[in-house]
């Protein structure tokens, strides 16, 4: 079967993935495969009296007695100690367009060898992915692919870079931390596509690894957090600061909502906390939102709402402030914060010139921000 190496690669599960391509079929099934039932002790957790534990990979610091699992579903206690039940299992593997994550100053026109599992640990009513992401192992038929596997067939088809994307990465930190390490040695990197909602310790272990951070910050409200995320917004600021101050490149995504996240003051009040906290370089996209998983009783976001939100944005003096899933918009060009000429034209994730040269500006020579070649 012929099929477009940005289409497909291979996969198990239903979200988009329906078969499996010769390329990297066949290049996956010349390196050793995984005994399914090797479990990976997780790397984030605490012992407590009577087999309980802790795990201490997320904010929700989940208590978890002998034989059960934590909220995101995926790591289990077994006689005391705990296990991942996702490291090596991905449900879903393409090549996309770095644009696509969406990261535009990482790399401009790249691929990006993208890979998930099931799991998450939140539960966003307008997930996209929520046929994986809500999902438990046992639901949805999974690959066996040790980290080297995955690091090889992205250098063997010339990606840039790794994304651990469409689920919630941070449930699977092991297996990202892996294969990252691996890929540095085969010179490709990793990028995170992340809510964020992540602890301290091991964000900062995976910032080792990985050359960029992709943010969702869903809404800058506890009460959004907690009535349509399941989770805490106070965390994921927490850590873009941390990934500030590890000098990890990041970019942020807010999907705008209609009546959910869009008002003028919560967009304001969102600006000025990027600005004093992160600085004026940090790339925000807002994008276009369409009703799906529980939220289809709201309507599309107006255009008309994401170019306010996104002069809010410029006018509080972000320098970097895009449109998303709104094809031919001119937010989607990035344009020099000096003289502001457009430098980066695009149309969806197609890139149609790339003016930046030597990280500048060529008109007026000015640094535009990201990571270029
Ligand atoms: S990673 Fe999973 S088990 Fe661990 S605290 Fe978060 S939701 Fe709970």
Not at 42 to 66: F, G, N, Q, S, T
Not at 204 to 232: H, M, N, P, Q, S
């Amino acid at each position: 079967m012929s099929v477009s190496r940005r289409k497909f690669i291979q996969c198990s599960c239903g979200v988009g993935c329906l078969y499996m391509s010769g390329l990297t079929g066949s290049l996956l099934a010349k390196l050793p495969g995984q005994n399914r039932e090797q479990l990976i002790e997780a790397r984030y957790y605490e012992k407590l009296p009577h087999r309980k534990i802790r795990c201490l990979l997320c904010p929700r610091e989940c208590v978890i007695d002998d034989l059960e699992r934590g909220y995101c579903g995926v790591r289990e206690n077994r006689g005391g100690t705990y296990y991942s039940l996702v490291y090596g299992k991905p449900v879903s593997m393409h090549i996309d367009p770095i644009e696509k994550k969406p990261l535009f100053h990482f790399l401009p026109g790249s691929e990006a060898f993208s890979i998930a599992t099931v799991g998450c640990n939140v539960l966003c009513k307008f997930c996209q992915n929520w046929e994986i992401s809500q999902a438990r192992p046992e639901q949805v038929p999974a690959a066996d692919e040790p980290p080297e596997k995955i690091a090889r067939a992205a250098q063997v088809n010339r990606c840039a870079s790794i994304a651990y994307t469409y689920n919630e990465p941070v449930i699977f930190a092991e297996y990202m931390y892996d294969i990252a390490e691996i890929a540095n040695s085969l010179s490709v990197h990793s990028v995170m596509i992340t809510n964020g909602y992540i602890n301290a310790k091991p964000m900062r272990d995976l910032c080792r690894v990985l050359r960029a951070v992709k943010i969702d910050l869903k809404a800058f409200t506890e009460r959004f957090y907690r009535e349509l995320v399941a989770g805490e917004l106070k965390p994921v600021l927490d850590t873009l600061i941390l990934l500030k101050s590890e000098g990890m490149w990041t970019e942020i995504v807010y999907l705008v909502i209609p009546g959910q996240n869009d008002d003028r003051k919560e967009l304001t009040d969102l600006s000025r906390w990027i600005m004093k906290e992160l600085g004026p370089d940090t790339p925000v996209h807002f994008t276009r939102f369409h009703p799906m998983y529980r939220l289809t009783n709201l309507p599309s976001t107006p255009i008309a709402t994401l170019q306010m939100a996104r002069n809010i944005a410029l006018d509080a003096g972000i320098h970097y402030v895009y449109t998303g899933n709104v094809p031919g918009d001119p937010g989607e060009n990035t344009y020099c914060p000096h003289c502001r000429k457009m430098l980066i034209q695009r149309i969806g994730y197609h890139i149609v010139r790339n003016e930046i040269k030597n990280n500048q500006c060529p008109y007026c020579n000015t640094k535009i921000a990201g990571i270029w070649q």
